[in-house]
């Protein structure tokens, strides 16, 4: 939290300086009452209980609303997440041949496209979505748009073949969204990358991740699968492990996220948090009218304490 007008808590040094003297005359108050009433036993019989704790009550309540509408005064604000009106997401779908293997159930293939649907159907309606295959070459399968369910027949539609070219789908996701946002003040745009590899063909993730950077444009990686990967090629069985040190490279390098997601569930919960941070915005927003609220309260409670207790206001 921050305060935009933080001159205004030097009005907590009288605040401050009232409960000092308050403190000083309730001590001073008691000693004197034990020095005029020393035979105790005779106290309790002329003398009805005092309130004890309760006579504080009021003050100690005085004193805090006075705390918390200085506060107010000095305008505190705090981060507020609050979500875009207007975004453009690419997501980079690979479907290589690695992308067959069943270390992920049924294969990393079609739990990738289940949790890609959720994704899609869990964005913002005006945002707009595209979606970019790649294996040996990247393809723009939907240019952005907010037709979801032309998304999602495109989802279906994708299918395996061979060599990674994550580069190629970079590049082809910057192209897909310039083409869309050729506007002077066009909405952010992200790219979610998710594959199971290094990059095979096409040019390279290095010169890939310079031109997002370039553009502004950040991209998330998703190294998705297990290091126990196979696929079945020409009779024997092929390992498949995933690499991730390609994919966090290129994140790090384009100012994105990088996530690992060994299973279904898991890739799930990383379209969640991926939806989240790319659907919201965080912006400081002024809070003092909780402190000024807060402070009516305990204003609130020092009088109805006095009233009910003292039949008096304080």
């Known amino acids: 939290m921050s305060l935009l007008a933080p001159v205004w808590l030097l009005l907590l040094i009288p605040v401050a300086l009232l409960a000092v003297t308050y403190v000083i005359m309730a001590l001073r108050g008691r000693t004197a009452y034990a020095v005029r009433f020393t035979n105790l036993d005779l106290l309790d019989k002329v003398a009805p209980r005092r309130p004890g704790w309760r006579r504080h009550v009021p003050a100690a309540a005085l004193l805090l609303m006075f705390a918390l509408l200085v506060v107010g005064f000095a305008r505190p604000t705090a981060e507020v997440q609050v979500p ?3 975004a453009t997401i690419m997501v980079a779908f690979d479907v290589s041949a690695s992308m067959g293997a069943t ?4 294969n990393r293939f079609e739990a990738a496209k289940q949790a890609a649907r959720q994704f899609v159907q869990g964005l913002p309606e005006r945002f707009n979505l595209g979606l970019v295959s790649f294996s040996s070459a990247a393809s723009v399968a939907v240019p952005p748009t907010t037709d979801r369910p032309a998304v999602l ?3 279906d539609r994708l299918s395996m073949d061979s ?6 789908a970079v590049f082809s996701s910057l192209e897909a969204i310039a083409a869309l946002d050729s506007e002077e003040e066009a909405p952010p745009a992200h790219i979610v990358l998710l594959s199971d590899g290094a990059n095979t063909s096409g040019r390279t993730v290095n010169d890939a991740a310079a031109e997002a950077t370039s553009r502004g444009i950040p991209v998330t990686t998703i190294a998705y699968g297990t290091p126990d990967g196979t696929i079945s090629l020409s009779g024997r069985e092929v390992p498949v492990p995933v690499d991730g040190p390609a994919l ?3 994140a790090e390098s384009a ?3 990088f996530y690992e997601a060994a299973s279904g569930d898991e890739l799930q919960a990383v379209y969640e948090d991926i939806g989240t941070s790319v659907g919201y915005r965080t ?3 002024e809070v003092w009218q909780w402190f000024v609220g807060a402070g009516l309260i305990f204003a609130l409670i020092a009088a109805a304490a006095s ?3 003292f039949s008096r206001l304080p």
Do not use: F, H, K, N
């Not at 060599?163 to 190629?168: D, L, M, R, S």
């Open 84 to 86: 875009r009106e207007r």
């Open 103 to 106: 270390d992920v159930s049924p």
């Open 153 to 155: 027949s495109a989802l």
């Open 163 to 168: 060599g990674t070219a994550i580069g190629e």
């Open 248 to 250: 966090r490279g290129l």
């Open 255 to 257: 100012g994105g996220g």
């Open 283 to 285: 912006e400081q927003q």
């Open 307 to 309: 009233m009910l207790w």
